[in-house]
T-cell receptor, first 117, second 115 residues
Framework: EAGVAQSPRYKIIEKRQSVAFWCNPI?????LYWYQQILGQGPKLLIQ????????DSQLPKDRFSAERLKGVDSTLKIQPAKLEDSAVYLC???????????????FGPGTRLTVL | AQSVTQLGSHVSVSEGALVLLRCNYSSSVPPYLFWYVQYPNQGLQLLLKYTSAATLVKGINGFEAEFKKSETSFHLTKPSAHMSDAAEYFCAVSAPWSYGNKLVFGAGTILRVKS
């Protein structure tokens, strides 16, 4: 079974530029997550989708970050304009579904390492 | 709000020695708890999870963890370290009663294994 795919793996941009990351979850997984992992910290959830609807985007800096999952499959995370503090690894994860009182394992992709100069 | 605290950002052990990585959680009711491992330039891999069944949980690669409600702890152990265990380990917590299965991660512990 193919895992979570992400591209690009590495990206270097200058501040105030725009950047986009792509994620293709495991086939059949309804839930998709984007995490930001700053060096020396644990991953922090940015946004969670269930199919093409947003479940949680409370920690997404909406003035510069946006994400979409139009057909309920793959997803794009965009930063516009980028700041120095956006340098991090952006991880995508997917799980079968989201439900109360039951845990569905999240499977993580390899991440995209963003460097903002 | 839930949170986890991992004691020690770096832990160094000799090959063959006991591995002990500490995690304490903050939650008003017993949450779900997890340990993930991250190798360089890779995503996170689930080692083991506690979802309110047995308090002693066994995971992959010989790791295990014990949920102790009285101590609000979920420490990760392995009896004998191997060189391949060198990686970063993250403890995470999730609220089973809320829709979303959101994971809140600790800051991570880098495990170094000396030969």
């Amino acid at each position: 079974e193919a895992g979570v795919a992400q591209s690009p793996r590495y990206k270097i941009i200058e501040k105030r530029q725009s950047v986009a990351f792509w994620c293709n979850p495991i086939s059949g997984h309804a839930t998709l997550y984007w995490y930001q992992q700053i060096l020396g910290q644990g991953p922090k959830l940015l946004i969670q989708f269930q199919n093409n609807g947003v479940v949680d985007d409370s920690q997404l800096p909406k003035d510069r970050f946006s994400a979409e999952r139009l057909k309920g499959v793959d997803s794009t995370l965009k930063i516009q304009p980028a700041k120095l503090e956006d340098s991090a690894v952006y991880l995508c994860a997917s799980s079968l579904r989201t439900e109360v009182l039951s845990y569905n394992e999240q499977f993580f992709g390899p991440g995209t390492r963003l460097t903002v100069l | 709000a839930q949170s986890v605290t991992q004691l020690g950002s770096h832990v160094s052990v000799s090959e063959g020695a006991l591995v002990l990585l500490r995690c304490n959680y903050s939650s008003s009711v017993p949450p779900y708890l997890f340990w993930y491992v991250q190798y360089p330039n890779q995503g996170l891999q689930l080692l083991l999870k506690y979802t309110s069944a047995a308090t002693l949980v066994k995971g992959i690669n010989g790791f295990e963890a014990e949920f102790k409600k009285s101590e609000t702890s979920f420490h990760l152990t392995k009896p004998s370290a191997h060189m391949s265990d060198a990686a970063e380990y993250f403890c995470a917590v999730s609220a089973p009663w809320s829709y979303g299965n959101k994971l809140v991660f600790g800051a991570g512990t880098i495990l170094r294994v000396k030969s």
